[in-house]
């Protein structure tokens, strides 16, 4: 199966800042990589697929890059509304894995 | 609109059975794959099982793999997660999610609301 390492787990950030998170793959999985946003409560929203392609109706301040084993998630200037954890899914082979999230917190 | 509704959560036994339904409308499951995904208390997501949009083939963790079954019925447009020999870990809010419009690999783009799911005695 394979692994998905998400880092940090944890993030504190302030309004305005760019926040970066990392996801690492065991083995490669060319860009067959999603980004969603879990806030409490809510149902994940998918943010980003295919490694760095927008979902339709997200704002623009998120950007997703990579492939291969090494990916990451920005956000260019937080948002009160972004402050929620976020989870990386390959979708290469089955079983489909998560990663195992970064949470982001208000500084 | 688009949508999925889960149902058929609640508590059971170690050892016993439930069966997960997710109502789809607004399209035809039966042309992408689905998957359910599961939460447990306090825990991250976890991939549990899906179908393809044929319904041909099916995919399963290995934590579940030979307890659960995944199914669906398109004259209801329906989707079915029957779960046996159940255990204090398969305790968890289950969401039923829709394969991505342009392809099933590019994520899950459409997520119910969940069905929580309690294994206790």
């Known amino acids: 199966d394979i692994q998905l390492t998400q880092s940090p787990s944890f993030l504190s950030a302030s309004v305005g800042d760019r926040v970066t998170i990392t996801c690492r793959a065991s083995q490669g999985i060319f860009s067959y990589l999603a980004w969603y946003q879990e806030k409490p409560g809510r149902a994940p929203k998918l943010l980003i697929y295919a490694a760095s392609t927008l979902q339709s109706g997200v704002p623009s301040r998120f950007s997703g890059s990579g492939s291969g084993t090494e990916f990451t998630l920005t956000i260019s200037s937080l948002q009160p509304e972004d402050f929620a954890t976020y989870y990386c899914?390959?979708?290469?082979?089955?079983?489909?894995?998560f990663g195992g999230g970064t949470k982001v917190e208000i500084e | 609109e688009v949508q999925v509704l889960e149902s058929g959560g609640g508590l059971a036994q170690p050892g016993g059975s439930l069966r997960l339904s997710c109502a789809a409308s607004g399209f035809s499951f039966s042309s992408y794959a689905m998957s359910w995904v599961r939460q447990a208390p306090g825990k991250g997501l976890e991939w549990v099982s899906g179908i393809s949009g044929s319904g041909g083939r099916t995919y399963y963790a290995d934590s579940v793999k030979g307890r659960f079954t995944i199914s669906g019925d398109n004259s209801k447009n329906t989707l079915f997660l029957q779960m046996n020999s159940l255990r204090a870990e398969d305790t968890a809010v289950y969401y039923c999610?829709?394969?991505?419009?342009?392809?099933?690999?590019?994520?899950?783009?459409?997520w119910g609301q969940g069905t929580t799911v309690t294994v206790s005695s």
């Open positions: 999610s829709k394969g991505h419009q342009y392809s099933s690999s590019y994520g899950m783009d459409v």
């Open positions: 899914q390959q979708l290469n082979s089955y079983p489909l894995t």
